[in-house]
Structures are given as structure tokens and as C-alpha cells.
């Protein structure tokens, strides 16, 4: 058995039961926000402020800051922008500071300053990811952002994949019935991972308001090796 | 599209956030507290009390009732027995009321009360189970006890279980993704059950105190067609 555990943490609501003071836990929100802000950081975004409330992105917006905001995936009207990591092209982000706030994936970010690293992963930076978190030497507990704190399958597939990739170091180990779900189902929806998300309550939500045109984008493996940290509440690239 | 959905609760805390007033909600705790509750029904008990806190299960044995307890699988010493399927024998439960407190399926048990119904759901009655469930023309509700508010595989691959029976008759439908997840983990591991349960966290928990002897026991399906339903607080044959 190795040093190191791994733990998958299902709901924001499930927190308390696995918080872990010692682990560096990974924040995902693969539809669409951790998604959304790893490309941010690939094309130069300077700093994200995540904020909670809507009030509280308006009041960023007031201050002259550029803000995306969205809920149940609309962007809100006095928002630059929403969700969509499309959204967040060069143009508009290099060299800014962006305050964020999501339906699930803020809140998440706020639940997690708990633990002892606070990261932010998707596809897009899973082995640069992997790679910092076995580097590390200590716990993961991975936090999936969910759907207004229930279960959702897209961040629990991650949860696996990067699960099984950390355990290909043998010093890291999992007991944690959670884990041990997400690489089955993982294993189980990776040779068609676009097939299985057919099935994903996300993607339904997305389609029918015509946002489920970067679901393949958010399923790209290893785009970027920047890997976006929590610092003084706010993220920067580690 | 059907006309009644099914939905799956992971977890006690997430209760909340899949409440379902219309729906018939079952409970389970396959390892072991419904497993038991089912098993003290087919060896004729009259009646079980559930309580949540075991000053209450204390408080009805000094009223001279006969009361199981437990905690962490371990049998209080007040208790006359714990929550292995083996102690509710006929000889001790037969024409009985039983006073009954666990670790996790007491507390569910009285959540899932906001429901239409309340029935007790294990391998040992499935069958009868799913054939209610049909006949009663109502949304589906699976709460699994979970461990300690943890996610826990045993009552995820039963979920998916009785899922999959239900979703036979074409008027009920899903679309959430636990009961999704559940039913491609129930595939996966059907085939080698007691392979799969190896992996367990709550195995291994039974195994330390010599309490895995049940396992096998717990995973038989349709020993009997009693189903356990909530009514005034209290256990009783539907």
C-alpha cells in the first residue's frame, strides 16, 4: 500500500465528509468552467477572481473589471461574457485580470481553500496535473463541482481518469469506494467518450441551449501544461 | 419517454437536492441494515422502530423493548443484537417488535419519510420490489444509506440494480446521471459479484471485525416477496 491516498469528493455538499486539510485538491467542472479557465490561462489570462454571487460580479463590473458570469449556463446581460471556453480568446484575455462566477464551479472553488493546494483540472491539463500532484508528495481529494450539488457523470469521468494516472505512481493508493467508482466508469466510457457522453444530463442541458458545440474541446487531453492555482483567493498559473 | 423518472440519491446529504414529494422512495444499506430489516420481515417479525440516536434505542430497552444497535458495525452492550442479517432469527424475532438503530439506515429511513411511500430495498426482495414499484405508477427514489454521508459502492451497484429492473417497463424513464452511473457499475460488476465486492471499502471494514460472513448472504436475490414499508414512523409488511 502506498503513502499517499486518493479520494473523489461527488457534490460540494459532500465536502465536510472528505475534507482533508493535508491533500492538494483538484477542483473540476469539465462542463464547462475548469474547462473554461484553463484555456483562459493558455491564452494569457493574468489573473481569475472567483466570486460567489452575481451581486458580487456585478459589483467587479462596476469597478471597471471585465466579469464572466453565467447561471444554468446563460451569460447574465451585464456580463462580458459567459462559460463557454470559446469565450475566452486572446483578444479578450491576455494580460487581464477576469472575475468568474459559475453555477457550480465557484462555489467549489471557495469549499476547497480548506485543503493545502488548491488546483483547477480538466482534460486539457490532466498529465501536467498528474505529474504536479505525484511531484507533490501528499494526499489528492479530488472535488467534482457536480450539478447544483448533485452527482453528474462528465466531472466523475475525469475524476477517474486522473485517479488512474496519480496511481500509476506507486507511492499513491485509493480505498475510497468514490475513486474506485469513477476509474470503473472511466474505463468503461474512454474508448467512446464522446458516445457515452450522449447519454450525460450536462450535454442535454448544453444542446438545448445550443452550448454543447464545445463539448469535444472540453475532452481534448493535454493542450496546455499550465496548471491554474488558488492564491490569496485568487487563481494564477502555479 | 416514459411518464415516471427515476432518480438516485448517493448519499443522505444529498437528499436534499433530489427530494421528490410524488415518488416512492427506497432505502437501502445493503451492507447490512436493510439486508437485516428485510431478513427480521421474512423470519416474521411484527413491527420495527426505527431510531436515529442511541440514547432513544437505550430509552426503549429500559421500557423493555428488544432493540438492536449498533455502531461502526460494532453491537452496543445495552443491545440484545446488532445489525448482522444472521442475528434477526426467528426464534428471537418472530411475533416481535424490534427497536432498531444503525450507523446509516436509521437516519435515511426518516429522511426519505417526505416521500409518497417508504419502502426497505435489498437484493433479498428485488424482484417483488420492482414489481410494486410498477404497479404504484410513480416517480422511483433510490436512496442509498451510504457510508458515514460517504458515497459507497454496495448500494450504488443495488441502485443500479433495481434501476434496471424498473426501466423494463417502458413507462418509467431516466435521465438523471447517478442512477446512470449505477446501472453501468451494476453491469460491470454483475457478472462476479462477490469478485467485484472485494474492492469495497465497507468489505474491508466487516473483514477487520469478522463481520464479511454476511456478504454472500446480502447479494441473494428474491428469498422473499415481503417488502418493509414505512408507516406512522414505524416498519411494518406492505
Not at 493574468?46 to 466570486?51: A, L
Request: aromatic share 10%.
Amino acid at each position: 500500500m502506498g503513502k499517499y491516498k486518493i479520494e473523489v469528493c461527488y457534490s460540494p455538499a459532500l465536502f465536510p465528509f472528505y475534507e482533508n486539510r493535508e491533500a492538494v485538491v483538484v477542483v473540476t467542472d469539465i462542463l464547462r468552467a475548469s474547462s473554461a479557465i484553463v484555456t483562459a490561462f493558455m491564452n494569457g489570462v493574468e489573473r481569475i477572481i472567483p466570486v460567489g454571487t452575481l451581486e458580487e460580479a456585478r459589483a467587479y463590473k462596476e469597478k471597471g473589471y471585465m466579469v464572466a458570469a453565467e447561471r444554468d449556463g446563460i451569460v447574465r446581460d451585464f456580463a462580458d461574457f459567459g462559460n463557454s471556453p470559446y469565450n475566452f480568446s486572446p483578444d479578450r484575455v491576455h494580460g487581464n485580470q477576469i472575475v468568474y462566477s459559475t453555477t457550480n464551479g465557484t462555489n467549489a472553488i471557495h469549499l476547497a481553500s480548506s485543503g493545502s493546494q488548491v488546483l483547477i483540472g480538466a482534460y486539457l491539463n490532466i498529465s501536467a496535473l498528474a505529474g504536479h500532484i505525484i511531484s507533490s508528495e501528499k494526499d489528492l481529494l479530488i472535488l467534482c463541482a457536480g450539478w447544483k450539488n448533485r452527482f453528474n457523470l462528465e466531472d466523475t469521468l475525469f475524476a477517474g481518469a486522473l485517479s488512474r494516472m496519480v496511481l500509476e505512481d506507486e507511492r499513491f493508493y485509493t480505498i475510497c469506494d468514490a475513486a474506485l467508482g469513477a476509474i470503473d466508469l472511466y474505463d468503461l466510457a474512454q474508448g467512446d467518450m464522446m458516445g457515452y457522453m450522449e447519454k450525460v444530463a450536462q450535454r442535454h442541458r448544453l444542446r438545448k441551449n445550443n452550448l454543447d458545440d464545445v463539448i469535444g474541446y472540453c475532452h481534448e487531453s493535454d493542450l496546455t501544461d499550465l496548471i491554474p492555482v488558488l492564491k490569496d483567493g485568487h487563481l494564477v498559473r502555479l
